[in-house]
């Protein structure tokens, strides 16, 4: 069984900078592909961010050049930071990974909420 477990999220001013944290742990052979996804009330879940096993990284063009997707293939852990946040930026972030086991799986976290006042 495969577990991704989110950290870092909270209550910030607009401008402010948070770092999100996603850890996997389980049965796991590989992981591929590491995301982060966000949801704002009433709205879709849509891609932030990703990054491959190669390291490298894709963007939604809104947060290019405030957030940093990176991760630790160590760990399992991959992370977001978000610098220079804006109200719009209010959602919960979910992480997302491509894990190999027995067989190839997408896995989900719980969630985070970040949410940024202006």
């Known amino acids: 069984q495969v577990q991704l477990v989110e950290s870092g999220g909270g209550l910030v001013q607009a401008g402010g900078s948070l770092r999100l944290s996603c850890a996997a742990s389980g049965s796991i052979f590989s992981i591929t592909a590491m995301g982060w996804y966000r949801q704002a009330p009433g709205k879709q879940r849509d891609l932030v961010a990703i990054?491959?096993?190669?390291?490298?990284?894709t963007y939604v063009d809104s947060v290019k050049g405030r957030f940093t997707i990176s991760r630790d293939n160590a760990k399992n852990t991959v992370y977001l930071q978000m610098n220079s946040l804006k109200a719009e930026d209010t959602a919960v972030y979910y992480c997302?990974?491509?894990?190999?086991?027995?067989?190839?799986?997408?896995?989900w976290g719980q969630g985070t909420q970040v949410t940024v006042s202006s």
């Open positions: 997302n990974a491509e894990i190999w086991n027995s067989r190839r799986d997408n896995y």
């Open positions: 990054i491959t096993s190669a390291g490298r990284t």
